[in-house]
């Protein structure tokens, strides 16, 4: 796929399905991630649907996408590098922070058994319930609310992984909810010098591995003010 924004036919003639092999071969693949469960999802959620209509033309694209009220649906390969640092093997209940359009949300469902998602902007909260009731998604539940504060009701949770990026360190109340032996995955640090990390749950021990460099929007809320 040609790097840039690239016009393409419109909805009734695009084979949506032929653009998700090939951004799963030429992003996902290419750049290493090798897991068979996140390979799978990322081929199968049509991420076209979870863009807005006049930027679906870049759905597929090796970028993240606007998608209005300070938001976007992050890069696929972000994406799926998330998923896969979380280290699923299926079935697992996972919360979400930073629903956005619901992209995110969707990958982790094909792959686990329930997933939670909490999202700050309640017009973002409403549009992606109606984008994953509209495909048929019965394992997701999405809250609109502060997503530092997480989802206890839902928890203990196997994975949480969180998509806006909390400038001063994971909020205490979302590590509270992650179970033994749960790992939490999230961009950490101000908006120039983010960077992901991986925190593991032993007991009350939890161990932090620093990742990649990442730029995420940044996680509101009065729980991280």
Known sequence: MSEGYRVLPTDSTTDWHALRLEMVRTQIRARGIRDSLVLSALRTVPRHEFVPIDRRHEAYEDHPVP?????????????ALMTEMAGFSGGERVL??????????AVLAEI??????VEIDEVLAERST???NRLGYSNIDVHAGDGGLGWPDGGPYDAILVTAAPAHGVPETLLAQLRDGGRLIAPVGPAQDQRLVTISRDGTRFRREMGTAVRFVPMTGASVA
């Open 130 to 132: 109606a984008t994953l």
């Open 112 to 117: 686990a058994a329930h997933v939670h998602t």
């Open 96 to 105: 979400e922070i930073g629903t956005g359009s619901g992209y995110q949300a």
């Open 67 to 79: 998608l209005g009220r300070g938001s976007t649906a992050s890069q696929p390969y972000i994406v």
